[in-house]
């Protein structure tokens, strides 16, 4: 029997996977506004659902398929929102970042997962 | 050329620390109040930039090996006093993506090894006990039976129940000051031992706030004893609280051993010594057979690890539950993580992850993983420290390890990077001195270790990556085990339980490759292994259970099996789920399946147990009625969940009765 204590465990998790989630949720619902909906969320189910995890490949899965899945209902119950378009407010370092980017986020929404997943999370 | 610069591109976009602090409030439910807020903000933004400042800093390097300090000063050294704790904490980088340990859990993990002697002893009595790794070693669970009662925790209480009349005759509950949770449970003769744990916030009342110390969530683990002479009427006989969240415990004879890990926040050792109340560092402790006050240790008291870069302490706590002896407490500075015990000793693991490169999209590069193995005698109700000893590579749970006539075994895993093509798979046999005297590395690279078992002179290993060798290794001669041989698969088991000396049930999982390439899981799989010859290996016969998304707890907990070779009974919770369109899975059943098993026809279904129906997957899922734990006595198999439990006739699989339970209301 393992016990660890439940918070620190919630506090390590945020730490380990803020960015990916949140990036991830960023490419899906193109909204910074959603994004933070989603990440919250995905947090709170893994709050409430501490799911066992049989090793980090496993733990990371999860975690990305909670996302989408979140990111999906949001859109689908924020159709409104969804169809406004993304404003240009993420600004980057450099001129090719940023035409990239934005190129990647013109596709749709199966691709520009497929991109981020397979270039940015392997 | 193009993914490298969307990566960069990627890599700016930032959580702002704003969103991760309410979301970390709002996930761990620390109350909230506009002062405590800015300074749980504020203290929360130093504690990121303090750990992305001391991430990147070299650990201290001492020439001497961490082995050779503890045998310089006979055994651990001690702390002597509050200085040598600040100067140690101090240099400490508690990096969030901390190596205290392997993959923890939130309950068992489960495969068990057993000492050979007894292994397929005939149980005399007609009742089922919880499914141990050491003959003679206790393990508390959620559940507990002596034959007539059934002893369950169930939503923040203990209810006893008269089996046979299925009623329940008393209950143990705890009121909303004493905030203790009841985890899991032994009962042994005429006393019940219920381990548990307390959370104090205690700073979020405080109205003003000293900077120095933010709010901690601040757990105590407790063992309660009560008499229960009198089922209807049990009575509180002893209690003994430790700090720190529950690591884990054992009970051999009248004894009971539990260990608790408290974290230290070291930010709080950047400021000045003159500042901290040493008062407040010193591991606490109460024994009601001393009083009801709470007594500390000293400093003198407390040994710590020197290689250690946890900053916790580990308390271990010893006490007989039939004499008014005090509890043995003792604290170590330090963590442990996975233990394994034996009916004389108890060791205790620790992961240490060394020679750290810059971090890349939060993945060490190359790194050195070792196991640090604390050895303490069990005795009299005394855990005392005894030999420390390192092999490479990380556990995967308790029953990686074993010991047999002395020597100690024990199985890990060794990656150098996060790469897993680099894993390898290392089997270790250490001595009394825990120093190594036979070892067998470099088993299939690439992959990791998802099983093992050690049953007497041979230890079964499964390893994986996309197909499952099951190794069998030889260990009748300590310096020198051997794999005798190898049987590759495609699947593989999380859980390896003996059936008998050549027979060995696997519970698992299928796996197939989708369309990418990549493979994944496809249902539960149940699998009979002939190991008579062990240089072949053989899969006698194997059971597909459900498809993609199916689970059981066994995969993770070994005592969420019910086996008895006599009754011939298989038993797990699962919940089974179909595949339904791409990447969707839809849950179809939950509840117990019940196997029996013959050498000569294999796996029957007997039946199926549930005490919902799920008619829409998930939808309407009633949490109270997951069936979590299976039991028997004498021919009835009970069913456990929350909300109800239910009798079923072993035999005709004929349901018997149901008890509801009252449940209070959700949290």
Not at chain 2, 3 to 28: F, H, M, Q, S
Request: glycine share 4%.
């Amino acid at each position: 029997m393992e016990y660890i204590d439940k918070n620190r465990y919630l506090e390590r998790m945020v730490e380990k996977y803020s960015d990916m989630i949140y990036r991830l949720a960023l490419v899906r619902t193109r909204s910074r506004e959603n994004s933070e909906d989603v990440y919250q969320e995905v947090f709170f189910r893994l709050a409430k659902k501490l799911p066992q995890f049989e090793s980090e490949e496993h733990e990371k899965a999860w975690l990305i398929r909670v996302t989408i899945n979140c990111s999906k209902n949001l859109l689908n119950s924020n159709y409104l929102k969804y169809k406004s378009e993304m404003k240009e407010d993420i600004t980057f370092e450099t001129k090719e970042r940023h035409d990239i980017y934005y190129a990647v986020e013109e596709l749709p929404l199966k691709y520009r997962t497929i991109i981020h997943l397979y270039y940015y999370e392997n | 050329m193009k993914k490298k610069e969307y990566v960069d591109a990627v890599n700016e976009i930032k959580v702002d620390n704003d969103l991760k602090e309410r979301t970390i409030n709002k996930i761990t439910q620390s109350k909230k109040h506009k002062n405590i807020y800015s300074i749980l903000a504020s203290s929360i933004i130093v504690f990121v930039i303090v750990i992305s400042i001391a991430i990147p800093m070299i650990n201290n390097k001492n020439k001497v090996t961490p082995i050779e300090i503890v045998e310089q000063n006979n055994g651990l050294p001690k702390l002597e006093n509050f200085e040598n704790l600040y100067n140690i904490m101090k240099n400490k980088s508690s990096g969030l993506y901390e190596t205290n340990g392997s993959f923890v859990s939130f309950t068992d993990s489960a495969a068990s090894s057993e000492t050979s002697s007894s292994e397929f002893e005939k149980d005399e009595d007609d009742y089922s006990k919880t499914n141990v790794q050491v003959d003679g070693v206790d393990e508390a669970d959620i559940v507990k039976t002596d034959g007539s009662y059934i002893y369950y925790i169930t939503s923040g209480e203990i209810i006893i129940v008269n089996a046979t009349e299925l009623k329940k005759v008393s209950e143990i509950s705890y009121n909303e000051d004493e905030k203790f949770n009841p985890l899991e449970l032994y009962i042994r003769n005429n006393k019940l031992i219920v381990i548990g744990q307390k959370e104090n916030n205690y700073y979020d009342d405080l109205m003003a706030v000293d900077t120095i110390y933010p709010i901690q969530r601040d757990s105590h683990t407790t063992a309660k004893v009560y008499n229960i002479e009198n089922k209807a009427n049990p009575k509180l006989d002893r209690e003994v609280e430790i700090e720190g969240s529950y690591i884990s415990s054992r009970m051999i004879d009248d004894n009971v051993y539990f260990i608790a890990d408290k974290y230290i926040y070291t930010y709080i050792f950047k400021a000045d010594i003159e500042k901290l109340d040493e008062e407040m560092f010193k591991p606490k402790y109460t024994d009601t057979v001393i009083g009801n006050e709470e007594k500390c240790l000293q400093y003198n008291d407390i040994y710590y690890f020197p290689e250690s870069d946890d900053t916790s302490y580990l308390n271990i706590a010893g006490f007989n539950i039939n004499n008014n002896e005090k509890a043995n407490i003792n604290t170590y500075l330090g963590a442990g993580s996975d233990i394994y015990s034996s009916q004389k000793n108890l060791y205790i693991t620790r992961v240490e992850y060394e020679d750290e490169d810059e971090r890349v999209y939060g993945y060490y590069n190359n790194y050195d993983v070792n196991t640090y193995i604390y050895k303490f005698k069990l005795e009299d109700s005394k855990a005392t420290y005894e030999k420390a000893g390192s092999v490479p590579g990380k556990v995967l749970n308790q029953f990686s390890m074993d010991e047999k006539d002395g020597y100690f075994r024990i199985a890990t895993t060794d990656s150098q990077s996060w790469n897993s093509k680099t894993d390898t798979n290392n089997l270790y046999v250490l001595n009394e001195n825990l120093e190594t005297i036979g070892k067998i590395e470099n088993l299939a690279k690439g992959e990791k270790i998802y099983s093992v078992r050690f049953m007497g002179n041979r230890a079964y290993m499964v390893t994986f990556v996309e197909t499952d060798p099951l190794f069998v290794i030889d260990l009748s001669n300590p310096e020198n085990p051997i794999v005798l041989g190898e049987l590759k698969i495609p699947g593989y088991s999380k859980y390896l339980h003996p059936y008998d000396e050549n027979h060995i049930i696997g519970f698992g999982e299928n796996t197939k490759t989708n369309q990418y390439g990549g493979v994944v899981t496809d249902g539960m799989k149940m699998a009979l292994f002939d190991v008579t010859n062990p240089s072949s290996p053989k899969e006698l016969y194997s059971v597909d259970i459900g498809e993609k998304g199916t689970y059981s707890e066994i995969l993770n907990n070994h005592k969420a099996l019910l086996f008895s070779k006599e009754k011939n009974i298989i038993a797990i919770p699962i919940s089974i789920s179909e595949e339904e369109g791409n990447y969707r899975t839809k849950l179809k059943f939950q509840g117990a399946i019940v196997y029996g098993l013959d050498l000569d026809k294999g796996f029957n279904l007997k039946g199926t147990i549930a005490h919902m129906q799920i008619t829409d997957g998930y939808i309407d899922y009633d949490y109270t009625k997951e069936v979590e734990r299976i039991i028997y006595i004498n021919d009835s198999l009970y069913t456990l969940s929350k909300g109800l439990i239910k009798s079923t006739d072993i035999n005709t699989m004929q349901e018997q009765g149901i008890l509801e339970i009252e449940l209070e209301s959700d949290e």
